[in-house]
C-alpha cells in the first residue's frame, strides 16, 4: 500500500546512450499505471529500475517516501512478473510460489496458508503438486501471478505479463488482472506495448517514446485530448487521420486549407480560444488530425461548410464495421499513408463504391491541431500562454479596453509607444491582489487543476484558481510582470519577460585541487581543528569505556566465582542431559512417524500396483474375449482378421499403457511422501534449534563466570576498537570536502548535493562541466564570493531586483539577477554567495539533472 | 492396395531395422575384443601367455594376489587414485561451476579478457609446466605427497568453464532476476535454483573432474619417483609391466586393469543419461 514518486530518473548505458531521460512521475497509491510504448522507448527500462533489477543513473526513486536507489529488489517490498514466466522448473507450483516466503523465513504453516490463499484467489488449488513444464501458458502466468502476490507486496510490478499468450488467452487475463487488482487494492504498475492492454486497464496511462515521457493522462482524455502528434497517432486503432494543412482567422469563423487538396472547411472561432493566434494567419503550416469515427458520409441536410470531397479506393471488412479507405486529393490512391489520405467508418452503398467521389463531414469539435514543426498539440486544454493583442502607450499597456499601468523597470526601457502583441505565462496572473477585476466565465477541471477563463475587459484570459470559484464570481487579480512580455508588429522583442533563472557554468572539485588553487589556509586550520576536537571527543569516550572496565574488573575480582562456577556447571549437566532426552525423544517421535510415512507410502504404492494391474488383466480379458467371441461366432474371414489386427494391437499398447498409469501413480504418491517427509524433517530441526538455542545461552553464561577477568577484557577491547574505528571515519570525513567552482570563485558543497552528484557520476565528476541554474532569490549579499559590479536596478513594484556582471572564464560578461529589498548602489562592487540548495545543477556532456 | 502398401512398408521397415542390428552388433564385438582379451588373461594360471585368446586353465588367483601381494601394493594404488580423484573431483567441480556462472551472470570489467585469456592458456600442453610445478610443489612441501598431485589437477579447472557456460547461459536471465525479488542472494541463486536445473552439466563437470586424475599417469609418475606407496593405479601399473618382469606379472597386471575400469564404469553407466545432455545441452540453446 503504497505510493511511488520518480523524481528526474536517468538510466544512461555506459557507452553513452541514454534509455531514459527526466522520467519525472508521482503515483498514488492503489493505482493502475500502464507504461506504454513502441519497442525500444524506455518503458521496461524504467519499471526494472523500480524492482532495482536496474541501476539509476541519476535522479532519485520513493518507495512510500524512502528513498530506495540503493535498496536491494529484495527489499523494496515490490513483486515483479516477467514476461517469460521465470517459473523455477524444477519445483512444483507450490514451491514456486512459496520459495519467496521460505527465503525470508517464514513460518511453515504461515506459508502454507499464503499459498492456498493465493491459489484460492488464482483458481490454481488442482494444480499445486505440478510442475511448471505440465502446464499451459496462462496457467503459468497465473502461478507467477500467485508468487507474486502472495508476498502482499507494496508494488506489483508487471512487464508486458500477457505478450506470450495467445489472444484469446489474452483477453480473458487482462480482465483477471482488472478484477486481482481490485481485489489486492496495490498500486500496479504495467509495461506493455499493446495500446488495447494499456487502455483498459489503466488508471492512468504513461506514453513513452525514446526514452521520454510524452502525456499521462487518464486513457480517456489520451484518446480525446492527445499532447502531441505521436500520442495521437500512438493511441487508438485505426490511426488517427492527419492531414497537412493552414488555419486563417476570418472573424467569427476560422478556414481550414488542406494541403495537397482544394478541400476547405470552417469551423467557429470559439473553438480555437486557447490556440495561439500566431497560427490563424493562414501562413503556418499544422497537422489536422481526426479520428476516423469522427468522419461521416454526408447528407443532404449537412452544413457545407464541415464537408470535403474524397474518392473512395477500397474496403477493410471488420464484420461489424467497415472502414473506408480514400484520398482527398483526387489524384491520390488510398493506399500509402500520406497526409491526404483519409480512413472513416460508414457501410457501403450505392454512393460509397470504388473510384466514386463522396462528400464526408467531419465534426468540427473532434478536430485535433499539432505544430508542424514540434508535432506539439496548439489546442493544449490547458495553453502555455496568454497571448492578448495590445498598445503600449506611454507608461500604460493597452489590453483591448482595459488598461494597465507599467512598472518602471520596463517603461525605463521603452522608446514610445507601438502595438504588437502581449504575451504571459498562467502564473504571471496573481489572483485575489491587487486591484485589476475580472469575471469568471468557466471553469475546467483538467487533471486537479481549476483552469479559469477570465473576462477582462473584451479580454479572455487563462489562469489557474481553486475549487472554490465559481462561474460569474469576480475576483481581483494582478499581474507579475516579470513575467510579462511584448512583441511589436514586426517581431521585435520589446519587452522581455525577467528569465527565470541565471546560467553559470562551472565545475566539481575535492579538497585538494581547492587548497592548490586558493592557498586558503583558514580551511586547513578548519579541518585541524575540527580533527583535533573529533579527538579530543573520542579520548574523552575511550578513557570513560576504560574507567567503567576497570571498575567491573575490580568488582570481579572481588567475588568469589567457585560456588557459582558450581552451580553453573551443575545446571548445565541437568540442562545438556534435558536436552538431550528432549532431542531423543524427538528424534524417536521423527522416526516413528517417518516409518509410518514409509510404510503408508509402501503400502499405497502396493494397492495402487495391485489395483492398476488387476484393472488392466480385466481389460486384457475382456479384449480377449471379445475377439474369441468374434472368431467362434463369425463366419466373416475379414471380420475377423481385422477383430485380430486390433486385438493384437491391444495386447501391444495394453502393457505401455499399464506401466504408464503406474508410474504416473506413483510419482504423485512419492511427491506428497516427499512433501510430507520434508516437512516433517523441517518442523523436527527447527524444533531442535530452539531447544539448542536456549542451552547455547546457558553454555555462553558458564564460559563468561569461567574466567570472568577475561571475558570483561575481551569486552572491552571491542567496545574501543568500535570507538576507535568510528574516530577513524570521523577523521577521514572531516578532510572529505567538495567545492564548485565557478569561475574561479569556490563555493563550499553541501554534504547532499555532493552525494547525489557523486552518485550519479562516479568517478567522473571532477572532469565534467556543469550548468547552474541559479533563481534570483538564491543569491545572498556577504563579504566573500563572486565579484561583481552593480549595472542596473529593476524595480517592478512589488518585487526589487539588481542587475549585477560579473567576469567569466571565457572573457565575456556574465549577468546575474539579484532580488534585493532595497536599490544597490550603480557600479558598487558587491560579492555574492550563493545557496545552492535553491539551484538546478545539470551535467552538460549528457544533459543530466543532477539536482 | 492399401493392404499390400502398408505391408510393404512394414517389411522395408523390418529390413532397414535388422540390417542396423548387425552393423551395430558387429561394431560391439569389435569394440569389446579387448575387453574380453584382458578379462580372459587376468584369470590365467599362466602369468605369461599374451599369444592365445583364451587360457587354458582359469583361477582367480590373480585377483587375490593383486590385492595380498605387500611387495606390489595395488590396493595401495587404487586407494591413492581413490583419493586423488575424489578430492580433484570435488574440488574441481565447485571451481568450475562457479567460474562459469560468474563468467555467466555478473559483468564486470575485463570479463571478456579474462574468458579468451583462460581460452588461449588451455590451449598449451600441460607438461609444458611440469618442471616449473615440481619445483612449486617442492616449496609447497609437496612434492612427494598425493595431496601435491590435487593441487596440480584443481589449479587450472577455472579453465574448464567453457561448455559449462555454454549451458548456463541457456538458462533465462529472468529467472536470476526473479529469485532476486523473491529475496535470494547470488549464493542462493547458484545453489538453489541454477544448479538444480543444471544437473546434466553437473554431472559432465563431475565425471571429467574424476576421469582425468583417474587416468593420470605423467604429473604422478613424477610424484611417487619409484616409491610404491605413493603411485596411483597407472604408474602402479606401469610399474608391473616393466621391462624384465612382464613375463612374471601380465596376467596380474590384467585383473588391475579391469579392477580400475570397475568404478569408471559405474560412474559412467549411471550418469549415462546426463552425460549425453550435458555435452550436447551446452552447445544448443534449448
Not at chain 1, 10 to 38: C, H, L, R, W
Not at chain 1, 138 to 147: D, F, N, P, T, Y
Not at chain 1, 624 to 645: G, M
Request: charged content about 25%.
Amino acid at each position: 500500500m503504497a505510493g511511488l514518486k520518480l523524481e528526474h530518473i536517468y538510466k544512461v548505458y555506459p557507452n553513452g546512450t541514454k534509455a531514459v531521460s527526466d522520467f519525472t512521475m508521482d503515483i498514488q497509491d492503489q493505482e493502475f499505471i500502464v507504461f506504454v510504448g513502441p519497442s525500444g522507448c524506455g518503458k521496461s527500462t524504467t519499471l526494472r529500475m523500480i524492482a532495482g533489477l536496474e541501476e539509476i543513473s541519476a535522479g532519485e526513486l520513493y518507495i512510500d517516501d524512502r528513498i530506495v536507489n540503493d535498496v536491494e529488489p529484495k527489499d523494496r517490498d515490490i513483486a515483479m512478473v516477467f514476461q517469460n514466466y521465470a517459473l523455477y522448473p524444477h519445483m512444483t507450483v507450490y514451491e514456486n510460489m512459496a520459495f519467496g516466503l521460505q527465503l525470508r523465513h517464514m513460518p511453515t504453516e504461515e506459508i502454507h496458508e499464503k499459498v492456498m490463499w493465493a491459489a484460492e484467489v488464482l483458481g490454481l488449488t488442482d494444480y499445486l503438486d505440478r510442475k511448471p513444464k505440465a502446464m499451459s501458458g496462462g496457467q503459468r502466468q497465473r502461478v507467477a501471478l500467485g508468487r507474486a502476490i502472495l508476498r502482499n507486496p507494496k508494488v506489483m510490478l508487471l512487464d508486458e505479463p500477457l505478450s506470450n499468450l495467445d489472444a484469446k488467452l489474452r483477453a480473458q487475463m487482462r480482465s483477471e488482472i482488472a478484477k486481482l487488482h481490485k481485489q489486492l487494492k496495490t498500486t500496479f504498475i504495467y509495461v506493455t506495448h499493446d495500446q488495447i492492454e494499456a487502455m483498459t486497464l489503466g488508471s492512468r496511462v504513461v506514453v513513452m517514446k525514446l526514452g521520454r515521457i510524452q502525456q499521462v493522462d487518464t486513457p480517456k482524455n489520451l484518446y480525446d485530448y492527445p499532447g502531441n502528434k505521436f500520442v495521437a497517432g500512438f493511441i487508438g486503432t485505426p490511426q488517427m487521420n492527419f492531414f497537412e494543412g493552414t488555419l486563417l482567422d476570418l472573424g467569427k469563423e476560422v478556414e481550414i486549407t488542406f494541403k495537397y487538396s482544394d478541400a476547405k472547411i470552417y469551423i467557429p472561432r470559439e473553438q480555437l480560444t486557447k490556440v495561439n493566434y500566431e497560427y490563424l494567419d493562414g501562413k503556418h503550416d499544422v497537422y489536422i488530425g481526426i479520428r476516423c469515427e469522427n468522419i461521416a458520409e454526408a447528407s443532404k441536410d449537412d452544413d457545407p461548410k464541415l464537408c470535403i470531397d474524397c474518392k473512395v479506393s477500397h474496403f477493410e471488412e471488420l464484420g461489424n464495421e467497415t472502414l473506408i479507405y480514400g484520398d482527398i486529393n483526387m489524384q491520390g490512391d488510398g493506399f500509402k499513408e500520406t497526409s491526404t489520405r483519409v480512413i472513416f467508418k460508414g457501410t457501403p452503398n450505392n454512393n460509397i463504391k470504388i473510384d466514386n467521389v463522396v462528400k464526408i463531414k467531419l465534426d468540427a469539435s473532434k478536430l485535433h491541431f499539432f505544430d508542424k514543426e514540434t508535432e506539439e498539440s496548439i489546442s493544449l486544454r490547458i495553453p502555455k500562454e496568454n497571448i492578448l493583442l495590445s498598445k503600449i502607450e506611454g507608461s500604460k499597456l493597452v489590453l483591448g479596453d482595459k488598461e494597465v499601468t507599467l512598472p518602471k523597470a520596463i517603461t525605463s526601457k521603452l522608446s514610445g509607444n507601438t502595438t504588437g502583441k502581449c504575451l504571459f505565462s498562467l502564473d504571471a496572473i496573481l489572483l485575489n491582489e491587487g486591484k485589476e477585476k475580472a469575471t469568471i466565465v468557466n471553469i475546467e477541471e483538467v487533471n486537479g487543476n481549476y483552469l479559469l477563463h477570465l473576462k477582462y475587459g473584451n479580454n479572455l484570459i487563462f489562469t489557474f484558481g481553486k475549487k472554490e470559484n465559481k462561474v460569474n464570481e469576480v475576483v481581483k487579480f494582478d499581474i507579475d510582470y516579470t513575467k510579462v512580455k511584448f512583441i511589436d508588429e514586426n517581431g521585435n522583442k520589446v519587452i522581455e519577460e525577467l528569465p527565470e533563472f541565471d546560467k553559470v557554468y562551472g565545475n566539481f572539485v575535492n579538497l585538494n585541487t581547492y587548497l592548490y588553487k586558493t592557498h586558503d589556509e583558514s580551511i586547513t586550520h578548519e579541518i585541524e581543528e575540527l580533527k583535533v576536537k573529533i579527538n579530543s571527543e573520542y579520548d574523552t569516550k575511550v578513557n570513560e569505556v576504560k574507567a567503567k572496565y576497570t571498575a567491573l574488573k575490580e568488582e570481579v575480582s572481588k567475588k568469589d566465582y567457585t560456588s557459582i562456577n558450581k552451580e553453573n556447571n551443575e545446571e548445565l549437566a541437568v540442562k545438556t542431559q534435558k536436552y538431550k532426552d528432549q532431542v531423543n525423544v524427538l528424534k524417536a517421535e521423527l522416526k516413528a512417524k517417518l516409518t509410518s510415512e514409509k510404510n503408508d507410502y509402501k503400502a499405497k504404492v502396493k494397492e495402487t500396483k495391485d489395483r492398476i494391474m488387476s484393472q488392466y488383466r480385466d481389460m486384457f480379458y475382456n479384449e480377449k474375449s471379445t475377439y474369441l467371441d468374434i472368431k467362434n461366432n463369425n463366419k466373416d474371414k475379414d471380420a475377423i482378421k481385422r477383430a485380430r489386427a486390433e486385438f493384437l494391437e491391444r495386447k501391444e499398447n495394453l502393457p505401455k499403457e499399464r506401466e504408464n498409469e503406474i508410474n504416473n501413480a506413483i510419482n504423485s504418491l512419492a511427491l506428497n511422501y516427499e512433501t510430507a517427509t520434508s516437512a516433517l524433517k523441517s518442523g523436527f530441526k527447527r524444533e531442535k534449534l530452539a531447544l539448542k538455542k536456549s542451552l547455547n545461552e546457558l553454555i555462553e553464561k558458564a564460559k563468561k563466570d569461567k574466567e570472568p577477568l577475561k571475558h570483561i577484557g575481551k569486552e572491552e577491547t571491542n567496545e574501543i576498537s568500535v570507538l576507535e574505528k568510528e574516530r577513524k571515519e570521523a577523521l577521514s570525513k572531516a578532510a572529505i570536502r567538495f567545492y564548485f567552482d565557478i569561475n574561479n570563485t569556490y563555493f563550499e558543497c553541501n554534504e547532499l548535493i555532493s552525494n547525489k552528484i557523486i552518485q550519479a557520476l562516479g568517478t567522473k565528476v571532477f572532469i565534467k562541466k556543469y550548468l547552474f541554474k541559479l533563481p534570483h532569490d538564491s543569491y545572498l549579499l556577504k563579504d566573500k564570493g563572486i565579484e561583481a559590479i552593480v549595472k542596473d536596478n529593476l524595480d517592478y513594484g512589488n518585487k526589487q531586483f539588481a542587475v549585477c556582471e560579473c567576469d567569466s572564464l571565457s572573457g565575456k560578461k556574465e549577468t546575474l539577477i539579484l532580488e534585493t529589498k532595497k536599490p544597490l548602489e550603480v557600479d558598487s562592487k558587491v560579492y555574492v554567495d550563493i545557496d545552492f540548495t535553491k539551484s538546478h545543477i545539470i551535467e552538460t556532456g549528457l544533459d543530466i539533472r543532477l539536482y | 492396395m492399401s493392404k499390400s502398401f502398408s505391408s510393404s512398408i512394414r517389411v522395408r521397415k523390418n529390413i532397414r531395422l535388422t540390417l542396423t542390428y548387425i552393423v551395430l552388433a558387429i561394431i560391439s564385438v569389435i569394440w569389446l575384443i579387448p575387453f574380453v582379451y584382458i578379462i580372459a588373461q587376468s584369470l590365467s594360471v599362466d602369468t605369461a601367455n599374451f599369444s592365445v585368446f583364451f587360457p587354458d586353465e582359469w583361477t582367480f588367483d590373480n585377483y587375490i594376489l593383486l590385492f595380498t601381494d605387500q611387495s606390489k601394493p595395488f590396493w595401495r594404488w587404487w586407494l591413492n587414485t581413490f583419493i586423488i580423484a575424489g578430492c580433484t573431483c570435488i574440488i574441481q567441480t565447485l571451481i568450475t561451476l562457479a567460474t562459469s556462472y560468474a563468467f555467466s551472470r555478473l559483468r564486470f570489467k575485463s570479463r571478456k579478457f579474462i574468458m579468451k585469456t583462460f581460452l588461449i592458456i588451455g590451449m598449451f600442453p600441460s607438461f609444458l609446466t611440469m618442471i616449473i610445478n615440481y619445483f612449486l610443489l617442492d616449496i609447497l612441501g609437496l612434492s612427494s605427497s598425493i595431496f601435491g598431485l590435487v593441487l596440480i589437477y584443481c589449479a587450472s579447472s577455472a579453465m574448464g568453464y567453457y561448455i559449462a557456460k555454454g549451458f548456463f547461459d541457456t538458462i533465462p536471465k529472468s529467472l536470476d532476476e526473479a529469485a532476486m525479488i523473491d529475496g535470494a542472494n547470488k549464493n542462493t541463486i547458484f545453489f538453489k535454483i541454477i544448479l538444480p536445473l543444471s544437473k546434466p552439466i553437473v554431472v559432465y563437470t563431475v565425471l571429467m573432474a574424476f576421469t582425468g586424475p583417474w587416468g593420470d599417469f605423467m604429473m604422478a609418475s613424477y610424484i611417487a619417483q619409484g616409491d610404491v606407496q605413493l603411485m596411483n593405479v597407472a604408474v602402479g601399473l606401469q610399474n608391473l609391466a616393466l621391462v624384465g618382469e612382464i613375463t612374471k606379472y601380465f596376467s596380474r597386471f590384467c585383473a588391475g586393469g579391469v579392477v580400475t575400469s570397475i568404478p569408471i564404469m559405474i560412474l559412467f553407466f549411471w550418469l549415462q543419461r546426463y552425460y549425453v545432455e550435458g555435452v550436447t545441452g551446452g552447445a544448443v540453446k534449448g
